[in-house]
């Protein structure tokens, strides 16, 4: 038989002592670990992810252009609205006329418009809104502006058709003439957020006016534009 010196046996003393010092230790701890690693998850969870509420609804806004119409300044009236989404895309239709009473110029027009914002839950947003649709426009001036001289007076006009012109027309003679027209109409735009439903915005752009021949150019023109918009969430 081996014999075991006492110093090995105080060893493997030691030894088992600090073996069950450890577990001891182990067990110990391993609930405070357990419990500390629950309430941190529990404390932690609203940390891995935002819930946000989704605004969107309806938007009204009144809005005025000052623009040029037939040569000379003009002021137009018009309102637009429809669905925004995220304070966003707006997708709706809006309709604009002239405001002065004049018979040889007027303008009307209307569509459906489409507005996409940076920035829009923000207190300042930029972005574009535009319109693009169809409308009727009159405008005043002479005979020859229009047409050149009487004997070369082609179709023109919403009947189409050719149009004998050579009957009691001068080049110098005062005329007033109406068509439908093609629009496009972009505008760049800047708005501020007053409270949670009201926004100003204001913006600039350009009026493409086509299909209605030499009044093209009499319709087109730069525009500015100042609204107030109600609603959107």
Do not use: K
Not at 57 to 80: I, K, M
Request: some cysteine.
């Amino acid at each position: 038989m081996r014999r075991v010196t006492s110093g090995t046996v105080r060893g493997a003393v030691w030894i088992a002592r600090a073996v069950a010092c450890v577990a001891t230790i182990a067990a110990a701890s391993a609930p405070a670990t357990a419990q500390s690693t629950g309430s941190g998850a529990a404390q932690g969870s609203p940390s891995q992810g935002t819930v946000t509420r989704i605004e969107s609804g309806f938007v009204a806004a009144p809005d005025v252009r000052f623009t040029e119409l037939n040569n000379r300044s003009a002021t137009l009236a018009g309102v637009y609205g429809g669905w925004m989404t995220e304070h966003t895309v707006l997708i709706g239709a809006g309709g604009y006329w002239l405001t002065d009473d004049s018979r040889d110029r007027d303008l009307w027009y209307f569509g459906p418009v489409v507005e996409w914002l940076v920035h829009g839950d923000r207190r300042i947003a930029f972005g574009g809104r535009g319109l693009v649709g169809g409308g009727v426009g009159r405008a005043g001036g002479t005979y020859g502006e229009f047409f050149g001289t009487p004997q070369s007076f082609a179709s023109f006009g919403r009947h189409g058709g050719r149009v004998n012109g050579g009957r009691g027309f001068t080049t110098a003679s005062p005329v007033i003439v109406e068509d439908d027209f093609f629009v496009a109409e972009p505008h760049a735009v800047v708005t501020v957020r007053a409270t949670r439903w009201l926004r100003i915005d204001a913006g600039a752009g350009y009026r493409f006016i086509a299909g209605s021949g030499s009044l093209n150019d009499r319709f087109s023109g730069a525009s500015g534009t100042l609204s107030v918009q109600f609603g959107g969430g």
